[in-house]
């Protein structure tokens, strides 16, 4: 009778072992490539105006008003110009990058990669919800494109044109990811690029989100150093806590936060931890 029952739990659970557990932790998730050469995200604030849920830089839980500043956008300019690195897009993000108080002096440095490199393309990633921030994307120069994720307010809440994933549910709290290869990583240092944050460079804009978070001083400081190595090494620790992980079930309505997040933003709100910067 109770192997009976066992075996009746087995099979209403088979859809979500045999659809997620056993295809994701140790058949179907690929080894994704942990470098893009092509493309950079310069996170050049972590602060936003508006407080999503889910956002991937854990705003509702753990805000922030760190910076970039002018002077590091410069070394990173000059490093690639030095190293003859041709991005093919550069993209500006945050935070909300509109809102950054030197904008114009940063579009203004990167000129200076424009006319390195005329075939890169430069795009602002901005939430285009107050008026201060549509005037800023007005007054910029047409070669800096616009991506937008239109947050608009609607019933006291705050809705935008991409789903957010469960960023704060990390896959090593859960028990179907208790055999998972971490080191595997995800799609997002390919399809979404590199990233550089004031702490350095980043395979994917989830590093510096959990490092800035969780307190890892674990980004490279120079692009000379930027490698396929330091990268899944830097993977091989944040994967784990990175909601992405758990593709592709991971978008969720509600805020979820999971034991790991819940412990590390109790540590950053008390104290944030120092990390070395870029
Ligand atoms: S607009 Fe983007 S950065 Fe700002 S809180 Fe929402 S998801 Fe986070
Ligand atoms: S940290 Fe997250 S976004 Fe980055 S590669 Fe790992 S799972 Fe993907």
Redesign the pocket.
Known sequence: MIFMDAFIRVLAWRKYFFRWWLPWCFLNQPR?P?LSRDIIELEIIEFCNLKCVNCECSFEHAPSSELMTAQQIKKFVDESINLHWYWKMIKIRGGEPTLHPEIFRIIEILKLYKDFDPDCKFAILTNNFSDYTKRILSCLPAWVSVISSEKKAKGGKIFGNTPHDSINKAPVDLLIYKFAD?TK?????MR?GTQLSRYGY??????SH?SRIFGFDIAVKSLSLVKEEAFARI?SI??K?????K?PEGIAAKSVISRSWKKAFKQYNKEKPKITLY
Request: aromatic share 24%.
């Open positions: 994704w942990v971490f990583g995800c799609y997002r240092p979404c980043y395979p994917c804009a989830m590093g959990i993977l944040i994967c806590y990175c909601g992405h992980y593709q």
